[in-house]
Nanobody
Framework: QVQLVESGGGLVQAGGSLRLSCVAS????????VGWFRQAPGKEREFVAG???SRADSVKGRFTISRDSAKNTVYLQMNSLKPEDTAVYYC??????????WGQGTQVTVSS
């Protein structure tokens, strides 16, 4: 069983930054992937970024995902935020292409 707890959401102005955190506990295997998803009101959930639990590198872009194995934490650094980035952001973990474990979500609101 894996438990995921997100934090770091909030209200930010367009152009600002936020860093979301996802703390994982339980039986996390090196073969797992951890991903960030988001869901805006009235829209389907969409994939934002993912990273292998066993790799230390990060995936970069406007949104950067990284992992701190010592803290069992995966981060999502979000820069140059836009109003259309407003959504509930979820952390998920899984194996074999399936995300079977989900956090409760954290709200990100970007004002124009």
């Amino acid at each position: 069983q894996v438990q995921l707890v997100e934090s770091g959401g909030g209200l930010v102005q367009a152009g600002g930054s936020l860093r979301l955190s996802c703390v994982a506990s339980g039986r996390i295997f090196s073969s797992y992937f951890v991903g960030w998803f988001r869901q805006a009101p009235g829209k389907e959930r969409e994939f934002v970024a993912g990273i292998s639990w066993s790799r230390a590198d990060s995936v970069k872009g406007r949104f950067t995902i990284s992992r701190d194995s010592a803290k069992n934490t995966v981060y999502l650094q979000m820069n140059s935020l836009k109003p259309e980035d407003t959504a509930v952001y979820y952390c998920a973990a899984g194996n074999g292409g399936t995300y079977g474990y989900w956090g409760q979500g954290t709200q990100v609101t970007v004002s124009s």
